[in-house]
């Protein structure tokens, strides 16, 4: 069975450019989370889909991101413009909706602003 | 709200030996508790999952782990390590009516020597 999908892989960039992470969550699943991995910071929780809404976005750090999620299949973070103190490890995970169903992490994004 | 500490950042240990990971979760009904383990440059993997009945629930990887209702605890174990196991652990909560969101500990980083 595929996993969640997260791409790219890797990015670079200079700041100031737009960066789009997508995200393809396990078929069936109907939460989503985008996550943020730093040394400094550990594993944050930016923002969390359920059945495509936005449940609560509290986790994201600044107006320059934002995510959507406009079908169960398909998710996107975006940040806008970008900036170096934004280089991360971005994660995506996917659940079934309920608190004991576990979630399901892709590989995530290096994303690395210069 | 529910919370999880791990209160160990960093854990060494040899190969072959033993091994327990300690975990503390507050939450006013019975949790979710899960154990992941992130292998360096991957996501993160489920190793093991605990919502009713036999409080010693076994994993993926010849890891287990026991709920203690009494000390609001859930102790990753494994009898002996290999040079694999030597990544970051996370222990993590679900609530009830969360949409399957999850909170995270902080993280253990075992170190496995020769």
């Known amino acids: 069975d595929a996993g969640v999908i997260q791409s790219p892989r890797h990015e670079v960039t200079e700041m100031g450019q737009e960066v789009t992470l997508r995200c393809k969550p396990i078929s069936g699943h109907n939460s989503l989370f985008w996550y943020r991995q730093t040394m400094m910071r550990g594993l944050e929780l930016l923002i969390y889909f359920n059945n495509n809404v936005p449940i609560d976005d509290s986790g994201m750090p600044e107006d320059r991101f934002s995510a959507k999620m406009p079908n169960a299949s398909f998710s996107t973070l975006k940040i806008q413009p970008s900036e170096p103190r934004d280089s991360a490890v971005y994660f995506c995970?996917?659940?079934?909706?309920?608190?004991?169903?576990?979630?399901?992490f892709g590989d995530g994004t290096r994303l690395s602003i210069l | 709200a529910q919370s999880v500490t791990q209160p160990d950042i960093h854990i060494t240990v040899s190969e072959g030996a033993s091994l327990e990971l300690r975990c503390n979760y507050s939450y006013g009904a019975t949790p979710y508790l899960f154990w992941y383990v992130q292998s360096p440059g991957q996501g993160l993997q489920l190793l093991l999952k605990?919502?009713?009945?036999?409080?010693l629930v076994q994993g993926i990887k010849g890891f287990e782990a026991e709920f203690k209702r009494s000390q609001s605890s859930f102790n990753l174990r494994k009898p002996s390590v290999h040079w694999s196991d030597a990544a970051e652990y996370f222990c993590a909560v679900g609530a009830h009516t969360s949409w399957g969101k999850l909170q995270f500990g902080a993280g253990t980083q075992v170190v496995v020597t020769p």
């Open positions: 995970a996917s659940s079934l909706g309920t608190g004991q169903q576990p979630q399901h």
């Open positions: 605990y919502f009713s009945g036999d409080t």
